[in-house]
Antibody, heavy 120, light 110 residues
Framework: QLQLQESGPGLVKPSETLSLTCTVS??????????WGWIRQPPEKGLEWIGS???????YYNPSLKSRVTISVDTSTNQISLWLNSVTAADTAVYYC????????????WGQGTMVTVSS | QSALTQPASVSGSPGQSITISCTGT?????????VSWYQQYPGKAPKLMIY???KRSSGVSNRFSGSKSGNTASLTISGLQAEDEADYYC??????????FGGGTKLTVL
């Protein structure tokens, strides 16, 4: 069945760039029915939508993060990537990737999440 | 974009019904029938429960139901069970291919 797995450094220094990859297995990410998104959750806080990407490369970002975020898709490797620059302690969070069903307009499959701490 | 407003906590006894509200604005919840609800256990990824206001995701108990009135969406859990104790988040489409989550509600089963 479809699985999503996030990977990347667990520790990033302030002012540097956070970089994560989501590897999708069990199906191709080239389907027209889905967006692929990143959502984060700071410790003991709620969920925040970061942004989404379509298989064609079209991207959509949270306005509050847009100036610092880049999301891309690589259909040859079935991976989605997230870059967040100029990080601060406020960017410390569990980062999830998720499949967003366009018809249902909901994220129906989630990765397990990966914790990223911003600290010197 | 401000987070949708949810009560920080709700509680109920086994067998009872509870409702969690999710209040947005005329730019998000009020404009689209595209609100989804997620259940999250501690240390786990969220799980889709309800989408498009009222539709249950595959395998979700019919004890879970959704509704919307104006700028407020609601999740109702009937016949409360111990396993329902979790955090619940709403999410709404907010236009221009953007989405916004609620702040989350901790459900305690007494």
């Amino acid at each position: 069945q479809l699985q999503l797995q996030e990977s990347g450094p667990g520790l990033v220094k302030p002012s540097e760039t956070l970089s994560l990859t989501c590897t999708v297995s069990g199906d191709s990410i080239s389907g027209t029915s889905y967006y692929w998104g990143w959502i984060r959750q700071p410790p003991e806080k709620g969920l925040e939508w970061i942004g989404s990407v379509y298989y064609s490369g079209s991207t959509y970002y949270n306005p509050s993060l847009k100036s610092r975020v880049t999301i891309s898709v690589d259909t040859s490797t079935n991976q989605i990537s997230l870059w967040l620059n100029s990080v601060t302690a406020a960017d410390t969070a569990v980062y999830y990737c998720a499949r967003h069903d366009r018809a249902a307009d909901a994220s129906d499959i989630w990765g397990q999440g990966t914790m990223v701490t911003v600290s010197s | 974009q401000s987070a949708l407003t949810q009560p920080a906590s709700v509680s109920g006894s086994p067998g009872q019904s509870i409702t969690i509200s999710c209040t947005g604005t005329s730019s998000d919840v009020g404009s689209y029938n595209l609100v989804s609800w997620y259940q999250q256990y501690p240390g786990k990824a969220p799980k889709l429960m309800i989408y498009e206001i009222i539709k249950r995701s595959s395998g979700v108990s019919n004890r879970f139901s959704g509704s919307k009135s104006g700028n407020t969406a609601s999740l109702t859990i009937s016949g409360l069970q111990a396993e329902d104790e979790a955090d619940y988040y709403c999410c709404s489409y907010a236009g221009s291919n953007t989405w916004i989550f609620g702040g989350g509600t901790k459900l305690t089963v007494l």
